[in-house]
């Protein structure tokens, strides 16, 4: 089992950057295959990017690809996403998620472990 804790999420104006980390605990945060998603106020919960447990392979969805950046570190238990460029409709609640595996997954229901969320608000 593991924990997951996200942070990093905050106000910021259209153009600007964040970088949201997501901290894990318990067990070995390498063996998971790890994923962000994000949801707006009153929509489902929607894939934004994913890698592998090594870090070789990502995966994006197309409306934030050249812009977001998904990465880990294994010898800080932390994945991050980089979002530049932001733009309104990137405003929603982000989530991180794992699952152990040596695959790479994009829909909700193929991850087992959630964190709690990060509000991030992007004004125009």
């Known amino acids: 089992q593991v924990q997951l804790v996200e942070s990093g999420g905050g106000l910021v104006q259209a153009g600007d950057s964040l970088r949201l980390s997501c901290a894990a605990s318990?067990?070995?945060?390498?063996?998971?295959?790890m994923g962000w998603f994000r949801q707006a106020p009153g929509k489902e919960r929607e894939f934004v990017a994913a890698?592998?447990?090594?870090?070789?392979?990502?995966y994006y969805v197309d409306s934030v690809k050249g812009r977001f950046i998904i990465s880990r570190d294994n010898t800080k238990n932390t994945l991050y996403l980089q979002m530049n460029s932001l733009k309104p409709e990137d405003t929603a609640v982000y989530f991180c998620?794992?699952?152990?595996?040596?695959?790479?997954?994009?829909?909700?229901?193929?991850?087992?472990?959630w964190g709690q969320g990060t509000q991030v608000t992007v004004s125009s």
């Open positions: 318990g067990r070995t945060f390498s063996i998971y295959a």
């Open positions: 890698i592998t447990r090594s870090g070789g392979s990502t």
């Open positions: 998620a794992a699952r152990a595996s040596i695959a790479i997954f994009t829909t909700t229901r193929d991850y087992d472990y």
